[in-house]
């Protein structure tokens, strides 16, 4: 039976890599799959991992109605076997229950891949419906680490290496900071609620892990 599951992870714990990863899997067994993403770092219409590979993907927006361009691709090609959805954190929940749909109408698998929370931990509104709606919620194995070493369950939002909490829900940017940009970085529970980021933590004296309450 067709299913939607959710891989869910931090930033940088290897989503996208997995997304490729299936993609390559189910189609090297003749099964026709098809790609998209939305605001990936690499450009329009690109699904890109870390360890370097990178592919076209169809580019998701507001527009897009996934049952359409399903029906679209099936009256081309033939058959829709499955879909991978990178980034999908940032598709509206509506688009969400269209792939909810896919799957028990049509019998499409969807493999929805992307982040549960935002900066401040609120669920981004596509996550929290993919939670809500998919068969499984899967969690990345290779844990992202924290500084400290514990596993990475938060994304922080950084400028100059400093977490920040004010913000839009969504900027684009990735886990290496560069001076003056909006950057990110992924700590664990504890150092997100006290702020603490590798570069604040490095710029203390002594222990430097105590709660700061000012
Ligand atoms: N040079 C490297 N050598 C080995 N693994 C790497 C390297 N660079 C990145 N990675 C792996 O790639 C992961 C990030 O993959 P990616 O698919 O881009 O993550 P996500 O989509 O979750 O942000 C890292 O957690 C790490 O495991
Ligand atoms: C936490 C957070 C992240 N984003 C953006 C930053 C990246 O462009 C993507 C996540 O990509 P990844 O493949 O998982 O590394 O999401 C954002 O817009 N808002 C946030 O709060």
């Known amino acids: 039976m067709a299913e939607l599951v959710f891989f869910s992870g931090t930033m940088d714990s290897g989503k996208s890599t997995l997304a490729l990863q299936t993609h390559h899997n189910h189609s090297s067994r003749g099964r026709h799959g098809l790609l998209f993403t939305r605001n990936d770092r690499a450009g329009q219409a690109r699904l890109s991992s870390r360890l370097g590979l990178e592919v076209d993907a169809d580019e998701v927006d507001d527009a897009t109605d996934f049952w359409a361009v399903v029906s679209d691709a099936r009256s081309r090609t033939g058959h829709v076997d499955y879909l991978v959805c990178d980034e999908a954190q940032f598709y509206a929940p509506e688009q969400v229950e269209q792939l909810a749909r896919l799957v028990d109408e049509a019998g499409i698998d969807v493999y929805a891949f992307g982040i549960l929370a935002d900066f401040r931990t609120r669920l981004f509104p596509g996550s929290a419906r993919l ?84």
């Open 131 to 214: 939670v809500e709606l998919a068969d499984r919620v899967e969690t990345l194995q290779v844990p992202a680490l924290c500084w400290c070493g514990a596993r990475a369950t938060h994304n922080a939002r950084t400028v100059d290496g400093r977490m920040v909490v004010e913000g839009e829900q969504v900027v684009v940017g990735d886990v290496d900071a560069s001076a003056g940009t909006v950057a990110y970085e992924v700590l664990c529970r504890r150092h997100h609620a006290r702020r603490m980021t590798l570069a604040t933590a490095s710029a203390r004296s002594g222990p430097g892990d105590t709660l700061d309450l000012a």
